[in-house]
């Protein structure tokens, strides 16, 4: 190419950016409607914005926090159109929803701190954000409106009525976001282990440990989903939650802890976290006659039956034929190990009955309140190791409504896309038809994250793989500005 061939380029090129940035940061309809079509293929991949259009809406955002009245009517008009923009873009770009996970933190709370998280997502292209609003023992309510168990993220004198919820949800709103609250589920937190009166609703398992010592960080502690003050209290959470009116509700951690090594395997009855009184209580119950009831009993406390123990059982209820119990199919070729196995297949159904019920009860308040509800799981939760064990999470993700989004979270690490595909492809393989996956990547633009590759290219591949996934998300904002983050979570909040 000649030299003046090369110059030419050049200048179109540099013209046409003009044109975006004149699109993104012009107040004039008609300019709009004139150059969307040519700014759309000129954009950033993926609906991100220039930088000629980022750094002005920074500077504009500055300025009316300087108190600039004319720079304050200038930014919102700016947050308007790239709101309009977002929405055109991402409605004629592969994935149409493309959502961020993010925590908030206290100092959140400042003035424009919220407006400055928010206007970086939009600037990526994110036309929703998940919201962690419940996590690490604490709940983003307001100290002046927080009726549950937990202490508020925002705690500080003079902030009591501080509500980041409410404002990300509106904020969100302005700018062309969907706004998802993410919450934990079976992980109560620390705080919560630490109260007296909830003791007994700690999950157990066989050895008499709760997760607060079987996860080497002491970071999570899980329940017993059949405690009915843990449900109770989970309840209210849900409620104070969507009462801000998300667009939706996701829930995570709903399982069981994993421990290391070994420990990541549930291969006996005692490894199982049905130990609390409510699980075992709840297990005897599905008993169907006295004999089965006794030798559920017995397998529980001693981890294993024997022939002694079937020969106490005749002689205790000698006119019940065999013990019974729910799911149970009685043979006659029936022996003393197939009857263990037996046990052992429904303590593991009962342990996973478990999970499924604290997440049917958990979405209940959004199918009444006509939200959005999702689960989020990985997708080798659920898995069987070896000739009788199991994933020791025990997450029956396979049996989740196909009423709720499945946020399958695709973490696979090998140095390509191709393990993360295969975990997509697991998933998208067992979910009902209509089921609504959308793929949770972990990592990076334009760099390779903990040896996964950069987002654009898992994109593309999962593109090219599961075409018919038309939803993605990305863990985490963390991730991707971890200055911002780490600012945001060691500042003081005044």
């Known amino acids: 190419m000649s030299n003046s061939s090369l110059q030419r380029a050049r200048q179109w090129r540099r013209l046409h950016r003009r044109l975006v940035v004149a699109l993104l940061t012009s107040s004039s309809l008609v300019s709009q409607c004139w150059l969307m079509q040519t700014a759309q293929a000129q954009t950033t991949a ?70 400055d998280i928010l206007d970086r997502l939009v600037n990526r292209g994110y036309n929703q954000v998940n919201v962690e609003v419940f996590y690490d023992g604490q709940v983003l309510l307001p100290m002046s409106d927080n009726q549950t168990a937990w202490p508020s993220v925002v705690r500080t004198p003079g902030t009591d009525k501080t509500d980041l919820l409410a404002q990300m949800i509106q904020k969100g709103h302005e700018r062309g976001m969907r706004v998802y609250a993410w919450l934990y589920t079976m992980n109560f937190g620390y705080s919560y282990a630490q109260r007296a009166d909830r003791q007994g609703m700690l999950a157990r398992n066989g050895r008499g440990e709760t997760s607060v010592s079987y996860v080497p960080d002491g970071s999570q502690v899980f329940v017993d989903p059949y405690n009915m003050q843990a449900k109770t209290d989970y309840y209210q959470v849900v409620q104070g939650i969507l009462k801000r ?98 046990l ?28 959005k509800a999702g689960a989020v799981f990985f997708p ?30 695709s973490y696979g690490v090998c140095g390509s896309t191709r393990c993360i595909d295969d975990l997509v492809k697991r998933v998208v393989s067992r979910a009902a038809p209509g089921t609504q996956v959308i793929p949770v990547l972990a990592g990076d633009w334009g760099r390779s994250v903990s040896n996964r590759p950069a987002l654009e290219v898992q994109m593309r591949a999962l593109r090219q793989e599961v075409p018919q996934i038309g939803s993605v998300s990305h863990f985490a904002y963390s991730w991707q500005d971890p200055a911002s983050d780490r600012d945001r979570k060691f500042c003081r909040l005044d």
Not at 53 to 76: C, F, M, P, V, W
Not at 350 to 359: E, K, R
Not at 388 to 398: E, K
């Open 46 to 115: 993926y609906c991100q914005l220039p930088n000629e259009a980022i750094t002005q809406k920074e500077n504009l955002r500055i300025g009316a926090l300087k108190g600039n009245t004319d720079s304050d009517k200038r930014y919102k008009a700016l947050v308007k159109q790239h709101a309009d923009y977002l929405r055109q873009c991402r409605s004629r770009t592969w994935p149409n929803t493309q959502s961020i996970w993010l925590r908030l933190y206290p100092c959140d709370a400042r003035s424009g701190g919220i407006d």
């Open 245 to 342: 009116r998300p667009d939706g509700i996701l829930f995570d951690y709903i399982r069981y802890p994993r421990g290391t090594g070994s420990d990541s395997v549930a291969a006996r009855v005692e490894d199982l976290w049905i130990y609390s009184e409510a699980a075992k209580q709840a297990l005897y119950d599905r008993a169907l006659n006295r004999k089965g009831r006794e030798l559920i009993q017995r397998y529980i406390s001693k981890g294993s039956i024997n022939a002694s123990d079937l020969a106490s059982v005749n002689q205790l209820y000698p006119e019940e034929a065999t013990p019974l119990w729910q799911g149970r199919t009685p043979s006659p070729g029936d022996s003393l190990a197939s009857l263990q196995w037996q």
């Open 344 to 371: 052992w297949q429904l303590s593991v159904a009962h342990a996973a009955q478990g999970i499924l019920d604290f997440l049917n009860l958990a979405t209940l308040p959004a199918k009444r309140a006509g939200i």
């Open 380 to 409: 080798d939760g659920n898995q069987a190791v070896g000739q009788v064990g199991y994933d020791s999470r025990l997450q029956p993700w396979d049996r989740f409504p196909s009423s709720l989004e499945w946020y399958p979270m």
